[in-house]
């Protein structure tokens, strides 16, 4: 009826367990490994910076585990572990023309894939305009996939693949991709494996830090003038729900 007083609802703020995973990486100089190595001062700098890169792909494998593996929700006494579930996981045999034979990466895999944020209405038309964006992370091998399929079918899409194969772009089909040699992958038997590749929603998924990476150099006084050089990082990721991560198998040479 009329003037009936304003109800409002609560915001809701649940989110997924996320526990830190630390990792670190120590390096150890003698006093005398500059001389011995032909410097004039300790090579702290490039061990900085190799550090730096372990980290980097360190925290490559956590973001992978935390949005392909077991996530946790639920409420304190009792959490529950989620997987991923088989309707958003496109199997290494998905072809268009209802072949079973294994494949790498096709483009009717990456039609399938992204076809399911829009099937499941969280992504497509006016619902990327905050931000959002198709990834997907493949190696090497599923962008030679890629472009063999495009080739071999005389698809229109043949140098926009090539672009991407080369490294010149990173974009296709609306879809993000990055490049990286770390994927999951188990054995399929034959000298062949199946490698899982994830497509994403940038949004749809979280990587959180307890703390940045942090390197520390100090002296030790066992052995005398010795430097130790540690780097250390605390952080972990999961899905915020599984209608925004696709799995995508690729059967590929071992």
Not at 53 to 69: N, Q, T, V, Y
Not at 195 to 218: A, Y
Request: aromatic letters at 8%.
């Amino acid at each position: 009826g009329r003037f009936q007083p304003t109800v409002g609802e609560e915001a809701t703020w649940e989110y997924r367990y996320l526990f830190p995973r630390k990792a670190e990486k120590v390096t150890v100089l003698d006093e005398d490994d500059a001389s011995e190595l032909g410097l004039s001062v300790a090579p702290t700098g490039e061990i900085r910076l190799e550090h730096a890169s372990a980290a980097a792909r360190k925290i490559d494998d956590i973001f992978l585990a935390g949005i392909l593996g077991t996530n946790y929700e639920g409420a304190e006494e009792s959490i529950q572990p989620v997987e991923i579930p088989g309707t958003q996981t496109i199997v290494s045999t998905y072809s268009r023309d209802g072949s079973t034979a294994h494949t790498g990466l096709t483009l009717a895999k990456l039609v399938r894939a992204k076809g399911r944020f829009g099937k499941l209405e969280v992504y497509g038309q006016d619902l990327d305009e905050g931000g959002d964006r198709v990834c997907m992370a493949v190696s090497q091998d599923e962008l030679d996939n890629l472009l063999h399929d495009v080739e071999e079918t005389g698809s229109a899409d043949y140098n926009s693949v090539k672009a991407l194969v080369d490294g010149k772009v990173d974009y296709f089909m609306g879809i993000w991709f990055l490049r990286t040699e770390r994927l999951p992958f188990i054995s399929a038997g034959a000298g062949k494996i199946d490698r899982t590749c994830p497509m994403w929603l940038r949004n749809g998924v979280r990587l959180g830090f307890w703390n940045d990476v942090e390197t520390t150099i100090k002296e030790l006084t066992n052995p005398d003038g010795a430097l130790q050089i540690r780097s250390k990082l605390r952080a972990n990721a999961h899905r915020k729900d599984e209608d925004r991560v696709v799995s995508v198998i690729c059967r590929q040479d071992a």
